[in-house]
């Protein structure tokens, strides 16, 4: 049987209210799917709505109308509660800025998320050493983040994201406070990530450069979907694109 969609987002609209009344809308009518063992960027200006699709298809917020399902289940209209079942079961976060525990150390930093899961502590250890190899980090495990370079950090975080055993995986920004050597060898990992473990993963960025190692852009401008297709050429065609909300 066809597996569904990883995620299945129908017309999703997202409004803030604004400090002086009245509201701002941020989203509007974004559809799109996301099939397993995609690579897919997400591309936009900054202010563009990225982070706010992001929060929703991470079911860190949730959409002010329109239907999001993730493998099949809609998760609309769910309490706080379940999204955060929802979140734990299903989704590995990656962040710009790491999001490790200073004072912990790395093999904590990755056993924590699983701890909140129930897993036994011979079990967590077992699995944040295995996902701490995989990252090529297995002799760092006593250190602290602090002792780690940006490019270490960074995939101790994906070590932690990978530990949940995620259906997917959202990076927001993820090579943003990198320098370029460092951004790459993470691009480049989380290519192989895909290629060898078909592990679907969604990245923000607003660099084309960047976007160019996913398989798939969706661009987004002013908070609308105006390309969604291959990587092109050059990034000529996704700022024309541009032009069909410009008009
Ligand atoms: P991007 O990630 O593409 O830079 P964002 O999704 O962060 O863009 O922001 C898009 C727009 O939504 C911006 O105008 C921003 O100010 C607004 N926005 C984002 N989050 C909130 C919020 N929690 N409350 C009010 N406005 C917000
Ligand atoms: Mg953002």
Do not use: W
């Not at 929060?55 to 379940?82: Q, R």
């Not at 006593?142 to 990978?162: E, W």
Request: charged share 25%.
């Amino acid at each position: 049987m066809k597996q569904p969609p990883v995620i299945s987002l129908k017309k999703i609209c997202k409004s803030f209210p604004l400090e002086v009344g009245g509201e701002q809308q941020v989203l509007f009518d974004v559809s799109f799917d996301i099939n397993p063992g995609e690579f897919v960027a997400i591309m936009g200006p900054s202010g563009s709505g990225k982070s706010t699709c992001m929060n929703i298809v991470g079911a860190l917020d949730t959409a002010s109308s329109g239907i999001y399902e993730l493998y099949g289940k809609d998760i609309t209209t769910m309490s706080a509660d379940e999204l955060a079942t929802i979140r734990n079961e299903y989704i590995g976060f990656v962040f710009q800025n790491f999001n490790l525990l200073s004072k912990r150390n790395i093999l904590d930093n990755v056993m924590l998320p699983l701890m909140y899961r129930g897993i036994p502590m011979s079990e967590r250890i077992s699995k944040s050493r295995e996902m701490l190899k995989l990252v090529g980090l297995e002799n760092f495990e006593t250190y602290l983040p602090t002792q780690l370079s940006g490019g270490m950090k960074q995939r101790v975080a994906i070590a932690r994201a990978l530990a949940g055993d995620p259906k997917l995986i959202l990076a927001d920004e993820p090579t943003g406070a990198l320098d370029s050597k460092m951004g790459n060898e993470i691009l480049r990992f989380f290519k192989k990530l895909n290629k060898d473990l078909g592990i679907t993963i969604i990245m923000i960025t607003h660099e084309f450069e960047i976007a160019s190692y996913a398989d798939r852009i969706l661009h987004v401008y002013d908070g609308r979907i105006t390309y969604d297709g291959p990587v092109p050429k050059n990034e000529h065609v996704l700022l024309k694109s541009e032009k069909s909300r410009k008009k």
